[in-house]
């Protein structure tokens, strides 16, 4: 190899590095921002809203412990964390797209599923040295998490007024049409996210079977 060869390589790889500290200098401080933006969200609601008040406190005791344990390894796959957070919140304040769309939340329930696969493959792929069985924990674990959600819903409607289970219109209509009130009673909603779930995590596993199948085939090409 060329003497300016070498030197174009080592920049390139110097330059890399840069900016890929630049970006985890950024997300950081995102992850910090998001927190505070958290914060924020509980004081407001504590007195109006006390049901979102207690879903955004579990939100921010999760998100530090998730960040404590895996987020300073690999802030990329924290992000994941972020992301589904985020979109939660969307629907519950700023657009409030749970109270104006009839399928937002289902979207988030089909979407989310899958992020948190991926979530739980960053940060278990390297205690399994079978990738099937991997994938399949990675299904497990986040229809199991679906399942701790639905369960969290109820107990929130139940003891602190929430309305999280059921489909609710408010403000006379919906981006399509004129509707309001609950469109989707809570039975139905429960089983209709449960589907959506199983749907989503199907898709997750559907790709990295494939994903798994061309590198093994790559790996028996390579010999």
């Known amino acids: 190899m060329s003497t300016d060869k070498k ?3 080592n920049k390139t790889s110097l330059m890399f590095k840069m900016n890929k500290k630049t970006t985890e200098k950024i997300l950081k401080y995102f992850v910090y921002l998001f927190w505070t933006f958290l914060i924020i969200l509980l004081i407001k609601d504590l007195f109006t809203f006390p049901f979102r008040a207690v879903v955004w406190f579990i939100s921010l ?4 412990i998730f960040y404590t344990k895996f987020g300073q390894k690999s802030l990329y796959n924290y992000s994941l964390l972020i992301l589904i957070a985020l979109l939660n ?3 519950e304040v700023g657009f409030a797209f749970f109270y104006h769309t009839t399928f937002y939340d289902k979207i988030l329930h089909f979407i989310d599923p899958i992020l948190i696969c991926f979530f739980v493959y960053n940060i278990s792929k390297n205690k399994f040295q079978n990738k099937k069985i991997l994938i399949l924990f990675c299904m497990a674990a986040t229809i199991s ?4 959600w639905e369960i969290f819903e109820y ?10 289970q059921g489909v609710y219109i408010t403000g006379g209509q919906d981006f399509f049409g004129l509707i309001e009130g609950q469109t989707l009673n809570k039975l139905m909603d429960t089983t209709q996210d449960s589907m959506l779930t199983a749907l989503g995590t199907l898709v997750f596993g559907f790709f990295k079977y494939l994903q798994n199948k061309k590198e093994i085939l790559r790996t028996k090409l390579k010999k």
Do not use: E, H, N, P
């Open 7 to 9: 030197r174009w390589k």
């Open 61 to 64: 005791v999760i998100l530090v």
């Open 89 to 91: 919140i969307l629907g």
């Open 145 to 148: 998490l679906s399942a701790l």
């Open 155 to 164: 107990l929130i409607d139940t003891y602190f007024g929430g309305y999280m």
